[in-house]
């Protein structure tokens, strides 16, 4: 199993920024589909952006539409959130989560294999 690391989480603003990144290490991650998931207190775990590792093709929730934007660095085998206009609400632990598929990305965490330890984001004034 690939273990993956999340890092880039912190304190922000409401209106700030920030960028997620998830690692391999060991691992070309250009050969998995990854998705960002989220999970706040009391709340259950929550499907944010994926991008497939066959097509190309990324997905988003509703709530991440607009302001988050998942994208891959190949050259350095890292996949990024980048957040942005970050909101009270966007406060949990961010997960990276991977599977070797090659179709169209869900957002759906049983279709993940491989997880991160996840990477604690809040947003607060």
């Known amino acids: 199993q690939v273990k993956l690391v999340e890092s880039g989480g912190g304190l922000v603003q409401p209106g700030g920024s920030l960028r997620l990144s998830c690692a391999g290490p060991?691992?070309?991650?250009?050969?998995?589909?990854i998705a960002w998931f989220r999970q706040a207190p009391g709340k259950e775990r929550e499907g944010i952006s994926c991008s497939s590792s066959g097509d190309g093709s990324t997905r988003y929730s509703d709530s991440a539409k607009g302001r988050f934007t998942i994208s891959r660095d190949y050259a350095r085998n890292l996949v990024y959130l980048q957040m942005d206009s970050l909101e009270s609400e966007d406060t949990a632990v961010y997960y990276c989560a991977g599977v070797v598929f090659f179709g169209s990305c869900a957002l759906t965490a049983d279709e993940y294999e491989n997880w991160g330890q996840g990477t604690q984001v809040t947003v607060s004034s």
């Open positions: 060991g691992y070309t991650l250009g050969d998995y589909t």
